[in-house]
C-alpha cells in the first residue's frame, strides 16, 4: 500500500477545470511533486516544490496544498492532457521516497 | 540537453541478479541524486533508491536486502543490483536524476523492460 493516495480515475470535459489529488501525513512536513505519464512512455515533471513548473510546462498545470492534502490543477484541460498522473514526496517515517498509487484522467 | 539511457539485460532468470546501468549525458553527476524507480505491467510507480554523487545510497526498506547501487562520475553513469529476483521484480526500469535533498525527480529515462524468467 501507498502513504500518499490518489483517486484511482478522474474525468474532465474539454476545456474544464480539473483538480487531482494526493493525501498523505508526510505532506504536513514536505512538497508535493507531481508527474505526468502517457501510455509507454517516462513521467514527466509537471509540478514541484508544491507550486513551480519546469519550464516546459503550460501554464494550465498549477499546484497547491493544505494540510495533508496537495492538489494538481489543470485549468482548461487539453485532450493531450489525458494521461496517468502520480504525486510523489518524501515519506514521514523515514527517508524514502514515495510515490501515490496514480490518478488516471480522462479528458471528455 | 540532460538525456538518461538505461541499458543491460530484457531477460534475467530467476534467482539470479538484474544488472542495469544508466548513461548520463548533457550534465555533471555533481550536486543530485540519481535513482531508479520501476513499474511493473499495468501497475504504478515503485522507488527503489538513490545514490550521490558523492556514493551516498538511500534504499526502499523492501527491497533493501537485496539492492546495490553504485556511481562512476568520471564514467557519467551509475548502476542498479537487484539479487535473487522473482517474477514479482518484472517491471520497466527507469533511472532518474533528483534534486539533492528533496524528492523532485526532475529527469528521467525511457525506461527497459526486464522480465524474469523461470
Known amino acids: 500500500s501507498s502513504e500518499l493516495t490518489q483517486d484511482p480515475a478522474v474525468s474532465v470535459a474539454l476545456g474544464q477545470t480539473v483538480r487531482i489529488t494526493c493525501q498523505g501525513d508526510s505532506l504536513r512536513m514536505y512538497h508535493a511533486s507531481w508527474y505526468q505519464q502517457k501510455p509507454g512512455q517516462a513521467p514527466v515533471l509537471v509540478v514541484y516544490?508544491?507550486?513551480r513548473r519546469p519550464s516546459r510546462i503550460p501554464d494550465r498545470f498549477a499546484g497547491s496544498s493544505s494540510g495533508n492534502t496537495a492538489s494538481l490543477t489543470i485549468t482548461g484541460a487539453q485532450a493531450e492532457d489525458e494521461a496517468e498522473y502520480y504525486c510523489n514526496s518524501r515519506a514521514s517515517t523515514n527517508d524514502r521516497l514515495v510515490f501515490g498509487g496514480g490518478t488516471k484522467l480522462t479528458v471528455l | 540537453q540532460v538525456q538518461l539511457q538505461e541499458s543491460g539485460p530484457r531477460v534475467v532468470k530467476s534467482s539470479e541478479t538484474l544488472s542495469l546501468t544508466c548513461a548520463v549525458s548533457g550534465v555533471s553527476m555533481n550536486a543530485y541524486n540519481w535513482g531508479w524507480i520501476r513499474q511493473p505491467p499495468g501497475k504504478g510507480l515503485e522507488w527503489i533508491g538513490y545514490i550521490s554523487d558523492t556514493g551516498s545510497t538511500n534504499y526502499n526498506p523492501s527491497l533493501m536486502s537485496r539492492v546495490t547501487m553504485s556511481i562512476q562520475t568520471s564514467r557519467n553513469q551509475f548502476s542498479l543490483q537487484l539479487s535473487s529476483v522473482t517474477a514479482a521484480d518484472t517491471a520497466v526500469y527507469f533511472c532518474?536524476?533528483?534534486?539533492?535533498?528533496?524528492?523532485?525527480?526532475?529527469?528521467w529515462g525511457p525506461g527497459m523492460l526486464v522480465a524474469v524468467s523461470s
Open positions: 532518474a536524476r533528483s534534486f539533492a535533498g528533496g524528492s523532485t525527480i526532475d529527469y
Open positions: 516544490s508544491e507550486n
